[in-house]
Structures are given as C-alpha cells and as structure tokens.
C-alpha cells in the first residue's frame, strides 16, 4: 500500500514523521508532493520519503491521499487532480479546516462514489500528543475508518465523531493549544513580574500544565475534584482562583469557544 502527501507543511509532515516512527510504513512507500520549501528539503532528507513531481503523479501511485493543504487552496487543488483522483479512486483524506465532505466531494465531481474521510488534528501532533476527529461519508467503510483512526492513534488519541460535531471538536482540541499556550505565558509573565527569568518560569509553567492534564488523562478524578485537592482552607490556591472567577475566567473561555464555533460555521456556510 502507498500513502500520498498533497502537502507536507506543519501537519503533513507530523503526520509522516508520527507513521514513520511507528513503522507503519517504510519510506519507500510514502509519497509527498508540496511546493519548495526548505521545510519540505529537511523533511525528505530526514525521512528518506518520496517526493513527486506533481499532484496527480503522486495520486496516480498511492492508495491512500492525505490532502494536507490550506482550506482557501483545496477547491483549486482537488479541481486541478480531479482527472487522476477519477482514475485512481484513491481514498481521500482531508485535514483542511471548515471544509466539509460534501464540499470536498464537489471539488471533485458532485456525482461520483467516492471513499472521503475528514480529520480534524491538531497541531500537537508534532509533539506526539495530538488530538484528532475522524468521520467519512457513505462510501468509506469500516476498515478505511480503522486504518485512519490507527494511524492518528500512533501520534495522539483520534476519536470517530459525526460530522455535525466538528465544529466543536474543533474548538475545544484545534484551537485549544492555543489558548493553552496563552495562559502558560500569562502564568511565566507573572512570575516575571514577582521576580523570575521568563525563560525558567515558562518551562516550570508548562510542566505544570502539562502534568496537570495527565492527572486528568489517568487518574479518575474529574477536573474539579483535581482542583478541590489542590485548594487548601483559606490557602493560596483558593485566592487565585477567586481572582480568576472575578475576573470571568470560566466564562470567558465558554465565549472563545463559542466565537471559534461560530467562526467554523462561517467557513464552512462560505461567508
């Protein structure tokens, strides 16, 4: 079996490096065609993958076709491979933002039987710890659904949602390394503030985070009894959080989570 790679950027190439390290494939068997770049002249030369001249060279070859590209480009990028992906009939798969399976099948042809699955990672896959969504349309079949879960599944946790919940999966895991982000740097710019190198006060920071989603990840505790644990009488854990809920913590995090939800369905309504 080969697996294609219609762009091999941040995610494309996390994905190849996650299959690779897993040995789920030899290089010889994955393919990638994307426009120069140094990034894309590392990544071949540290995972022996091979490189095509073109988008339908590589989709006449391969089995499998990651379509790793940015939404604004995947009508003109399907439009143009339309012919190779008729003859082929690879399965395709999207990890394009906001584009729908009835989108991408339009791309292509609008009438025609072919196995479409979306995925939504996210970028943590880099570290392998990512987090993805996977769902297909009529024609894909169990197995093809197996085979993707598996190989998001060696990088990270992948779970099969209905598409109508994307927008949310999206949310809470695609944007959500952002907002974490945010507040490990608020936390290290704080203790800045009391007296600590940013750069040492980042690292204690996200170890923090970091293990404190492992506790969730692991252990049988919910979130809020992790936090009860914590919280000691009249301590300063209880006076932080107070200041955090004065100031709409909770509920600001439920508005950005609205606001990304919202925005997904904007692209994926064209507006």
């Given at each position: 079996m080969k697996i294609g790679f219609v762009g091999a950027g941040n995610m494309g190439g996390a994905i190849i490096r996650g299959i690779l390290n897993r040995q789920l494939f030899s290089p010889q068997d994955i393919l990638a065609s994307s426009l120069p770049?140094?990034?894309?002249?590392?990544?071949?030369?540290?995972?022996?993958?091979?490189?095509?001249?073109?988008?339908?060279?590589?989709?006449?070859?391969?089995?499998?076709?990651?379509?790793?590209?940015?939404?604004?480009?995947?009508?003109?990028?399907?439009?143009?491979?339309?012919?190779?992906?008729?003859?082929?009939?690879?399965?395709?798969?999207?990890?394009?933002?906001g584009t729908s399976l009835q989108q991408l099948q339009n791309f292509v042809a609008a009438e025609t039987s072919l196995p479409i699955i979306r995925v939504m990672p996210n970028i943590n896959a880099q570290a392998g710890e990512g987090a993805a969504a996977v769902c297909g349309n009529s024609w894909v079949s169990k197995e093809q659904i197996d085979t993707i879960l598996g190989i998001f599944r060696t990088f990270g946790k992948a779970w099969e949602l209905p598409e109508k919940d994307f927008g949310i999966f999206a949310a809470i895991a695609g944007c959500s390394p952002a907002y974490a982000c945010l507040f490990i740097d608020a936390l290290s710019r704080a203790a800045v503030k009391h007296g600590l190198p940013k750069d040492l006060a980042t690292r204690i920071a996200a170890q923090a985070v970091y293990g404190s989603a492992r506790m969730v990840m692991e252990t049988d505790d919910t979130p809020w009894d992790l936090i009860d644990k914590v919280c000691s009488p009249g301590g300063t854990t209880v006076a932080g959080l107070i200041a955090l809920e004065d100031n709409a913590f909770v509920s600001s995090v439920i508005r950005a989570i609205d606001a990304a939800i919202a925005k997904d369905h904007e692209l994926l309504n064209g507006q």
């Amino acid at each position: 079996m080969k697996i294609g790679f219609v762009g091999a950027g941040n995610m494309g190439g996390a994905i190849i490096r996650g299959i690779l390290n897993r040995q789920l494939f030899s290089p010889q068997d994955i393919l990638a065609s994307s426009l120069p770049s140094p990034q894309l002249d590392q990544l071949v030369a540290d995972t022996g993958v091979i490189l095509c001249p073109d988008n339908s060279n590589l989709i006449e070859k391969s089995d499998i076709v990651f379509l790793a590209v940015k939404p604004q480009v995947m009508p003109a990028v399907l439009q143009a491979a339309a012919p190779a992906i008729l003859r082929r009939r690879p399965l395709l798969v999207s990890i394009a933002a906001g584009t729908s399976l009835q989108q991408l099948q339009n791309f292509v042809a609008a009438e025609t039987s072919l196995p479409i699955i979306r995925v939504m990672p996210n970028i943590n896959a880099q570290a392998g710890e990512g987090a993805a969504a996977v769902c297909g349309n009529s024609w894909v079949s169990k197995e093809q659904i197996d085979t993707i879960l598996g190989i998001f599944r060696t990088f990270g946790k992948a779970w099969e949602l209905p598409e109508k919940d994307f927008g949310i999966f999206a949310a809470i895991a695609g944007c959500s390394p952002a907002y974490a982000c945010l507040f490990i740097d608020a936390l290290s710019r704080a203790a800045v503030k009391h007296g600590l190198p940013k750069d040492l006060a980042t690292r204690i920071a996200a170890q923090a985070v970091y293990g404190s989603a492992r506790m969730v990840m692991e252990t049988d505790d919910t979130p809020w009894d992790l936090i009860d644990k914590v919280c000691s009488p009249g301590g300063t854990t209880v006076a932080g959080l107070i200041a955090l809920e004065d100031n709409a913590f909770v509920s600001s995090v439920i508005r950005a989570i609205d606001a990304a939800i919202a925005k997904d369905h904007e692209l994926l309504n064209g507006q």
